[in-house]
């Protein structure tokens, strides 16, 4: 079974990238637990600064998921980094939402894979804060990179 591990404290966050995984059929493991050796992952998502020392020196990815909007000093990976976040220089972004919170598109700026290519996915699916749309981008970047196509995770996610 692949491993995720994610670094932030916020339990409704954590809650929510679970929820998608489920819904997304994805069948991996997560885990956010304080590391006492050095272990590997698939997945490193990083959502929170004040907690990277956790897993800085003590894990290791194939991929690196870092939210962009968080403020972040200048750190080195070794790994495939995807960058996320509303800002428009992400690799993962969001180009458009929808007023009422009932939607929206999910875009890939950048090459990740050479199956993973820059689209826009819409989703129409209500969300409640970033937070929720952190972990659709999450979610669905790591669901692309395993190969679930774009229509499969449209139909689960709506």
Avoid: H, W
Avoid at 77 to 85: A, D, H, M, S
Avoid at 92 to 102: E, P
Wanted: proline residues 1%; glycine residues 4%; hydrophobic residues 40%.
């Amino acid at each position: 079974m692949k491993k995720v591990f994610v670094i932030d404290n916020n339990f409704e966050f954590i809650n929510y990238i679970k929820r998608e995984f489920s819904i997304l059929n994805l069948d991996l493991e997560i885990d956010c637990k304080e590391l006492n050796k050095k272990e590997a992952y698939d997945y490193i998502v990083i959502n929170n600064m004040n907690e990277l020392d956790i897993c800085m020196d003590n894990c290791i990815g194939d991929y690196y998921l870092l939210n962009m909007d968080m403020k972040f000093d200048n750190i080195l990976f070794e790994g495939n980094l995807i960058t996320y976040g509303l800002g428009n220089k992400n690799t993962i972004t969001i180009s458009s939402i929808a007023d009422d919170k009932s939607g929206f598109v999910y875009c890939i700026q950048r090459y990740i894979t050479e199956y993973v290519i820059p689209q826009e996915i819409p989703i129409n699916r209500k969300f409640k804060d970033n937070y929720e749309l952190y972990a659709f981008m999450i979610s669905i970047t790591i669901a692309l990179i395993e190969g679930i196509s774009e229509n499969a995770i449209k139909t689960n996610l709506e």
